[in-house]
């Protein structure tokens, strides 16, 4: 509801969709948020169309907020908070009506983090996440979508400054090999943010 000033340009995606490429050609890039329907609705079709054109499939988690044409996307994870389910049921009937391959997660809240960290959830090395969902915001490239959450949730921008050094970014010209070694680039601040935070 309140658009952050410095949420990712059109020209990081550009150099990011130009930077991957030849990486995992024809999967599924997925625009999340915040939330995305309540991003710029010119800025929103022209990401699609920016993912469309590099020969990428386009998905998009999203709360349901805003109904935008279902030919933008190709796959919709409807995700209820618990607060929007009134909102996901135009969507729901929209995409039934269409055929569109959409899936929904029914979580009532987010992740509890008090009860992650007593109980030990499997991080770092042994984490589902790693590597799975590259993300990008702005111009960083992180290694789960889970990262720059939790630094958004500590107020602490450690990581992304190390990420940033390690040529973890869209400026970096080998950012592709990059991440294919992250054995050995991804920064160990990273994985003390996996261990005591995540
Ligand atoms: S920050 Fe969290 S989600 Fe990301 S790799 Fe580490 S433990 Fe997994």
């Known amino acids: 509801m309140n658009p952050e000033p410095d949420e990712t340009s059109t020209d990081d995606i550009i150099l990011f969709l130009d930077r991957f490429k030849d990486y995992e050609p024809n999967s599924t890039i997925i625009i999340t948020g915040g939330e995305p329907t309540m991003i710029d609705v010119d800025k929103l079709r022209t990401i699609c169309e920016l993912i469309h054109m590099s020969g990428h499939k386009v998905g998009m988690l999203t709360n349901g907020y805003i109904l935008h044409p279902l030919e933008w996307f190709d796959y919709v994870n409807l995700d209820n ?33 008090r009860y992650a960290m007593k109980n030990n959830v499997t991080q770092g090395f042994r984490c589902n996440s790693l590597m799975q969902p590259l993300t990008l915001w702005k111009d960083v490239i992180y290694p789960c979508c889970n990262a720059m959450c939790v630094e958004w949730w500590i107020d602490n921008y450690e990581v992304t400054r190390a990420l940033y050094e390690a040529g973890w970014t869209i400026h970096n010209p080998e950012i592709v090999y990059t991440v294919t070694n992250w054995r050995e680039t991804l920064p160990s601040e990273f994985y003390r943010l996996c261990t005591i935070k995540c």
């Open 81 to 113: 908070h618990g607060v929007n389910a009134k909102d996901l049921v135009k969507w729901r009937i929209a995409l039934k009506e269409s055929g569109r391959w959409y899936e929904e997660t029914d979580k009532t809240y987010h992740q509890d983090m």
